[in-house]
């Protein structure tokens, strides 16, 4: 599968040109991770980090899932891969920890995310509220917020997979 990335239009409207980006970013993230075999994809960037690939995507699906369904609609949705015991449980991989589990999981909580941001305006003020704060968001805020986590974390990407196999790119 080849992923194809979209540029948004450079004269669009406010949500088209913010939806876009994300989905680039999106886009961005499972192009550093095409062609890779498992073996590769849990391939940590330096130690002592365990951050790797896999564990970009496992940690995407969950910020997918906290922004959108637990704060933005206000879900009681569990994090996936983490817990209060193990905050960076999605970087911990184990054996049974697979590509094919983690981009599933991952493109199903980017499908929640459009569903339920399609029924919220830009300044809508979300349903549920931050975990540690209890600051609400309106969408706008939201769809900034996850295009930075995608950016910042394509960057940590774009290293890895340079390590890996020398690849590199935009």
């Given at each position: 599968m080849t992923t194809e990335r979209r540029v948004?239009?450079?004269t669009a409207d406010e949500r088209t040109m913010l939806e876009g980006w994300l989905?680039?970013?999106?886009?961005?993230l499972a192009w550093k991770c095409e062609g890779l075999t498992d073996e590769q994809l849990r391939t940590a960037s330096v130690e002592p980090s365990d951050l790797s690939l896999l564990g970009l995507v496992r940690h995407m699906a969950d910020v997918e899932r906290s922004?959108?369904?637990r704060v933005l609609a206000g879900e009681d949705a569990a994090p996936i891969h983490y817990s209060d015991e193990d905050r960076d449980g999605e970087f911990h991989l184990t054996d049974t920890d697979t590509w094919q589990d983690?981009?599933?999981t991952w493109q199903e909580e980017i499908a929640a995310a459009r569903r339920i941001a399609a029924g919220f305006g830009l300044d809508d003020?979300?349903?549920g509220a931050?975990?540690?704060t209890g600051e609400r968001f309106n969408l706008r805020w939201i769809y900034t917020?996850?295009?930075?986590?995608?950016?910042?974390?394509?960057?940590?990407?774009?290293l890895i997979?340079?390590?890996i196999d020398g690849a590199t790119g935009d």
């Open positions: 948004p239009p450079t989905e680039f970013h999106r886009q961005t922004w959108f369904r983690a981009r599933t003020i979300s349903k931050h975990r540690r917020h996850m295009i930075e986590e995608y950016a910042r974390h394509n960057g940590h990407a774009d997979r340079e390590r």
